[in-house]
C-alpha cells in the first residue's frame, strides 16, 4: 500500500482491527480500488470472484449510496452455471452506506449474493423500503429520508480494500480494469 493510503489519515490500517481480514493471508488489506461515482452512476450486479480472501471493507466518502444484494435465480450452482448463473431480477435487500462509513462483507455474504449499485440520482421510498440497516444509521438525513422522503445522491468515492493473496504485476493490472 502507497504511503499516502496508509499513514494518514490511518483508516485503511484501522481496518484490521475490525477482524474483517481475520484468517487472511496477511490479516489486513494489502489492496485498494478506488471507484468515483457521479450521482448516476452505478455499478452492475455482479461477485467478487475467487482471486481475493472472500472479505472485503468498503469506505464511503463523499455520499450515502446503495448497495443492491440480488440471489442467483437457482441455488443450485451447477445449475445455475449452466444457464450462465442468472440472477433475480429485483434485489432482495439494500445495505444503506453512509458517507464517512465502513461495510464490512465476509462469508456466506460475500459469496452466496451479488450486489450492484442502480444508476439513479435520487433514491425514493420505493427504493429506501428495502434497506436492512436503517436501525443503524447515524446522519439525521439519511434517518429522515428513511421515514418517508428522498435521497439525493452526490459524488461518491468508495476505497474496496481486500487482502490479495497473491498479488503479481499482470493480476494488478487486469483487476484494476475490472468494471
Ligand atoms: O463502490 C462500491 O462500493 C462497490 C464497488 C464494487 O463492488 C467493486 O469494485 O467490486
Ligand atoms: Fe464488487
Do not use: W
Not at 475490525?18 to 461515482?37: D, M
Not at 468515492?157 to 483487476?175: F, N, P, Y
Amino acid at each position: 500500500m502507497p504511503d499516502f493510503l496508509v499513514k494518514f489519515p490511518p483508516v485503511v490500517r484501522r481496518t484490521k482491527f475490525t477482524g474483517a481480514f481475520k484468517g487472511s493471508q496477511h490479516g489486513e488489506p494489502n489492496h485498494c480500488l478506488v471507484n468515483e461515482y457521479e450521482p448516476g452512476q452505478g455499478i452492475m450486479p455482479h461477485e467478487d470472484g475467487d482471486a481475493y480472501f472472500p472479505a472485503v471493507a468498503t469506505i464511503s466518502l463523499g455520499s450515502h449510496t446503495l448497495l443492491d444484494i440480488y440471489r442467483y435465480a437457482s441455488e443450485d450452482k451447477a445449475e445455475s452455471e449452466s444457464k450462465g448463473r442468472a440472477r433475480e431480477q429485483d434485489p432482495r435487500f439494500s445495505i444503506l452506506q453512509e458517507r464517512r462509513s465502513l461495510l464490512v462483507t465476509r462469508g456466506a455474504a460475500y459469496k452466496a449474493f451479488l450486489h450492484g449499485i442502480a444508476e439513479r440520482r435520487q433514491d425514493t421510498q420505493e427504493h429506501l423500503s428495502k434497506v436492512i440497516n436503517a436501525d443503524r444509521i447515524k446522519d439525521a438525513e439519511l434517518k429522515s429520508a428513511l421515514n418517508g422522503s428522498s435521497l439525493e445522491r452526490q459524488k461518491r468515492l468508495s476505497l474496496t480494500l481486500r487482502d490479495v493473496e497473491r498479488v503479481s504485476k499482470g493480476l494488478a493490472g487486469l483487476l484494476g480494469r475490472r468494471p
